[in-house]
């Protein structure tokens, strides 16, 4: 993988389409799909929602690219439309890149597993005012602290390029989470937020110490400490978590996901 930026038509003015059109054209080059390993391609310019797609799985992707690393929020357009698509389970995973522009390379790049993407990291901001335009209109973030690492996938770390071996089974690791219906994936990756935050064995008692929060993300459940132990129970049947005597669970990390502790 060449971290180098291709150069760009003396033509382009704009920094911006610039980059744009710089990152698209590296992505196209230099990643591959992360779920078969085949090439990417690119979808007709003026395409919405979806930039990439893989020749072989039909994998979707958007391209997200920075010239600063992504911090805990990250805009997004149409909070309703979004919606809609997530729960269709046509929403694209995102391919973040994050570049350095004065020596024009590649810096760091992740891919966002669209079986983690759920209603919970969507989150809607204020609607526009009756005055304005489009009035109504709502936008919303994504909010990557919301992410489980494992739905989190590194390709390039601080200019270190990952195996590709390993990235493709993370993929595959991330994907059992798209057994569950989109409108529970949330509830599910949120739990499985807290058992990646905990020691690899743990007890009931220390999932019940995320009740507040998982209640702050969820304020229509008024029995969390219930919904914690449902969703465990999920985990475990999709082989991410052990139980191993009542009330102990062992999380089943897979090497490397867990020892990323870089904070986006
Ligand atoms: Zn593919």
Redesign the pocket.
């Known amino acids: 993988m060449d971290l180098n930026l291709p150069a760009y038509p003396a033509t382009f003015t704009s920094r911006s389409q610039i980059a744009r059109v710089a990152t698209e054209r590296w992505t196209e080059d230099n990643f591959y799909?992360?779920?078969?390993?085949?090439d990417l391609l690119p979808f007709p310019t003026g395409t919405r929602v979806y930039d990439f797609y893989?020749?072989?799985?039909?994998?979707r992707f958007q391209l997200k690219s920075a010239q600063t690393m992504f911090s805990r929020r990250v805009l997004g357009a149409n909070y309703e439309a979004t919606m809609e698509v997530l729960m269709r389970d046509a929403f694209p995973s995102l391919i973040f890149l994050h570049y350095d522009r004065p020596r024009w390379v590649v810096e760091d790049l992740f891919v966002v597993h669209r079986a983690c993407i759920t209603t919970s990291c969507i989150v809607p901001r204020p609607p526009l005012s009756p005055k304005a335009e489009r009035r109504g209109w709502r936008g919303y973030n994504i909010a990557l602290d919301r992410i489980p690492q494992v739905g989190r996938i590194w390709v390039v770390n601080e200019g270190t390029v990952r195996e590709k071996q390993e990235v493709l089974a993370q993929w595959k690791r991330t994907e059992t989470l798209l057994n569950i219906k989109p409108e529970r994936r949330g509830w599910t990756t949120d739990v499985l937020r807290c058992v990646e935050n905990l020691p690899s064995t743990f007890t009931l008692d220390n999932m019940y110490s995320f009740e507040t929060e998982l209640a702050r993300i969820h304020p229509d459940n008024h029995n969390i400490k219930a919904k914690i132990r449902q969703q465990l129970q999920v985990l475990r049947d999709l082989g991410l978590v052990e139980f191993t005597s009542p009330g102990k669970y062992r999380f089943k990390p897979q090497p490397d996901t867990k020892r990323d502790s870089r904070n986006v």
Do not use: K, R, V
């Not at 799909?33 to 085949?38: A, L, Q, W």
């Open positions: 799909c992360p779920s078969c390993g085949y893989s020749s072989l799985c039909a994998e």
